[in-house]
């Protein structure tokens, strides 16, 4: 039977709060990057139906520095010294992360994507180009928006907000800057509130208060509810 080795992605540590004994009603799960069981469900049977035999098993837990990816390094140690094959669950998401792409082009190890079994070393480097292209290109939009914003007589205060009565206005303004940022983060397939803060910190995106702040699941809340 053919080794191989499994590696998950979550998104944070509350996903894997509890686990294996924790309640899938209540568990967080990330839509569009799969939940952990999700993933190992589709990989462990993708693995019988190949006959591969799992040797072991890596999970990532992501936070906003996504360049650390201490578990995928070790994985593919283990898949070299073995000569057996990564399986991950879902390519499509994975593939967006320009860390994840390069170490895994690196390191000359086999692959298979649950989700696109067919996937090649060609559409890993079109997935690396089109990830850094897209996030080169939500940055210009952005920063042109708020250019065009202060244009437009928006002043900002020392914190982002709109000095005396103009704060509800460029709140309302930086809201339909974002809008078009939402809704292709949306078609791209990130659907939920964590998914989309996730993405906007992984772009650099910046937030209303445009000081280096970070998105949290409140401000992201917040601006859907003004967009939507």
Known sequence: ????????????????????????????????????????????????????????????????????????????????????????????????????????????????????????RVMLHMLAAFAEHEAEQIGTRTKEALAAAKRRGIVLGKNGRVLGKKNKIAADQFAEIMRPIIDGLKAEGFITIRSIRDELNSRNVPTYRNNGQKWHIPNVFALLKRIY
Request: hydrophobic content about 40%; overall charge positive; proline content about 3%.
């Open 1 to 120: 039977m053919k080794k191989a080795v499994a590696y998950y992605r979550v998104s944070t540590k509350r996903q894997l709060k509890d686990w294996p004994g924790h309640d899938p009603e209540t568990m967080e799960k990330e839509v569009t990057g799969l939940g952990l069981e999700a993933q190992q469900m589709a990989v462990e049977r993708f693995a019988v139906a190949q006959g591969y035999d799992i040797a072991a098993e890596y999970t990532e837990v992501e936070s906003g520095r996504k360049n650390k990816r201490p578990q995928l390094l070790t994985a593919l140690t283990q898949c070299r010294k073995e000569r057996a094959t990564l399986i991950i669950a879902k390519l499509d998401r994975l593939g967006r992360n320009v860390a994840f792409i390069s170490n895994l082009m690196e390191s000359k190890v086999e692959f298979k994507a649950v989700d696109n079994p067919h996937a090649s």
